[in-house]
């Protein structure tokens, strides 16, 4: 939590890009580019005719959003009985992308757990089990080119979009079956027991053309956005009256799992 007060913060670039004009933060770890998102957001509750139920902001990490409500609260900007259940009321899309992206179409449903992966992989003859904390074995491998699939938006069916996926020549050496039609029967799988994958909270509002509605919309850490978290973010920043978007192109930590800086570089924001 921050011990900054509100009316310490100079805010970079306010006289030339006010605070219900757009913006996009640019900066290395520490230069403050989520203190100054939380000020600029003050300042349109304060300042302008927004109220926080028109705010959305998505993070990548549970404790940045509950940073971020804290330091709100701190400022008074938000009551500080908002911190008891935030997940409920104004403050429930002040959360993660997933979690913002679930909410806004009431909930997908039960997601699937460690077992029903265990279970779908023996059904394939597939050891889940790992023999050693660093073994691969097949039925996670299966799995982990499911996921990088899906948030990457490559087809399975498509023989150069698998290629893309750079845990394939390891999952083949292990697994010589048809992983399009392994993904095709996990998600009958899914279906028949009305449960859903992680990256299906990011895909249903895309699918259903579901928006929130929100007049401002910030986006944090949007440099370890995935395409799928991309291609979600975009849709709302297009709806924004405002939009304030944080990144550090040059710390891109989940490069592993698809994060590109490109999408934070190609956001044509002041």
């Not at 306010?14 to 913006?23: F, G, K, L, R």
């Not at 998102?37 to 902001?57: G, I, K, M, P, T």
């Not at 399009?180 to 449960?195: G, I, L, T």
């Not at 992680?198 to 995935?226: C, M, S």
């Amino acid at each position: 939590m921050s011990d900054i007060d509100l009316s310490d913060i100079d805010i970079t670039g306010i006289d030339e890009q006010p605070a219900n004009e757009s913006v996009k933060l640019n900066g290395p770890p520490g230069t403050g580019k989520t203190t100054e998102s939380a000020a600029r957001v003050a300042q349109l509750l304060d300042n302008y005719e927004y109220e926080l139920h028109d705010v959305l902001w998505s993070t990548y990490r549970h404790s940045l959003a509950m940073e971020t409500l804290e330091r709100l609260a701190e400022w008074g900007v938000i009551p500080k009985s908002e911190l008891a259940n935030p997940t409920d009321g104004p403050t429930r899309y002040i959360a993660t992308t997933h979690a913002c992206a679930n909410r806004i179409v009431g909930g997908v449903g039960d997601m699937t757990t460690w077992y029903d992966r265990k279970q779908f992989a023996q059904q394939r003859n597939l050891r889940f089990d790992k023999r050693n904390p660093w073994d691969d074995p097949p039925g996670q491998l299966l799995f982990q080119v499911f996921s990088y699939a899906a948030n990457n938006l490559l087809d399975l069916h498509d023989g150069m979009d698998r290629e893309k996926i750079p845990m394939m020549d390891d999952l083949r050496e292990k697994y010589g079956g048809n992983v399009a039609r392994a993904f095709d029967d996990w998600q009958d799988y899914k279906a028949q027991n009305d449960k859903f994958d992680f990256w299906e909270q990011l895909r249903a509002p895309i699918d259903q053309g579901v928006h929130p509605n929100k007049d401002v919309v910030v986006i944090d850490e949007y440099h370890d956005a995935t395409p799928l978290m991309a291609k979600l973010s975009e849709m709302w920043l297009e709806q924004a009256e405002v939009a304030i978007v944080a990144g550090d192109p040059l710390q891109v930590v989940n490069t592993y799992a698809g994060a590109d800086p490109e999408f934070f570089e190609r956001l044509d924001l002041p």
